[in-house]
């Protein structure tokens, strides 16, 4: 069994900051990536921004230059710093990550989600 909790979501005005973090833990061998992935209301789930075991990342358009996506391996955490908060952002964040467990060698986990909420 692999769980993911993130925390960290809320109301923030616009121009602000959050920090989400997401916890990956249980049956885990080897994480290959961990991102953050989106759903506003009435639309798709889309990726925010992902980063793999090496630090490569890699970010949605219209969030590149103010997100920075984290990763601390030996901890099986990722962070999502969001600054210069737009209205836009707003939806609820789910973590996301690929990995290998104890007796799968590829897996795909979601975390419950983290509302963020950004007033304008």
């Known amino acids: 069994q692999v769980q993911l909790v993130e925390s960290g979501g809320g109301l923030v005005q616009a121009g602000g900051s959050l920090t989400l973090s997401c916890v990956a833990s249980?049956?885990?061998?080897?994480?290959?990536?961990m991102g953050w992935y989106r759903q506003a209301p009435g639309k798709q789930r889309e990726l925010v921004a992902r980063?793999?075991?090496?630090?490569?990342?890699n970010y949605a358009d219209s969030v590149k230059g103010r997100f920075t996506i984290s990763r601390d391996n030996a901890k099986n955490t990722a962070y999502l710093q969001m600054n210069s908060l737009k209205s836009e952002d707003t939806g609820v964040y789910y973590c996301?990550?690929?990995?290998?467990?104890?007796?799968?060698?590829?897996?795909?986990?979601w975390g419950q989600g983290t509302q963020v909420t950004v007033s304008s």
């Open positions: 996301n990550t690929v990995l290998r467990s104890l007796v799968s060698p590829l897996e795909d986990h």
């Open positions: 249980g049956s885990i061998r080897t994480i290959y990536t």
């Open positions: 980063i793999t075991t090496g630090g490569s990342t």
